[in-house]
């Protein structure tokens, strides 16, 4: 299972989104730090779950961080995180 396979589902499993887009930016950073061949280093994603209703920022930041903890600390180099509730408007 690739990288964002995997980060696909433990966020469906955690947060049950009502979207969710996971996008590899790996072939953004080549020859920065972290990058490696092969891609699947670099991160961004855009998620909704009625789960960060009521919850800041880094709230919602560190759900994700705990969630995401095995690929953080192996393979992920950098992970861009757009979490939002439902109905809210992405900042």
């Known amino acids: 299972m690739?990288?964002?396979?995997?980060?696909?589902?433990k966020l469906r499993e955690a947060?049950?989104?009502?979207?969710?887009?996971?996008?590899?930016?790996?072939h953004l950073h080549e020859g920065h730090a972290g990058h490696?061949?092969?891609?699947?280093?670099?991160?961004?994603?855009?998620?909704?779950?009625?789960?960060?209703?009521g919850k800041s920022r880094i709230e919602r930041h560190r759900m994700i961080n705990a969630t995401l903890a095995q690929e953080?600390?192996?393979?992920?180099?950098a992970l861009a995180i757009h979490a939002h509730g439902p109905g809210e408007k992405p900042r």
């Open 2 to 9: 690739s990288t964002k396979d995997a980060i696909i589902n």
């Open 72 to 77: 953080l600390a192996g393979s992920v180099h």
């Open 36 to 53: 490696r061949p092969g891609g699947e280093t670099h991160f961004r994603l855009y998620i909704v779950s009625p789960a960060f209703e």
């Open 15 to 26: 947060f049950l989104p009502e979207s969710l887009d996971v996008v590899d930016e790996s």
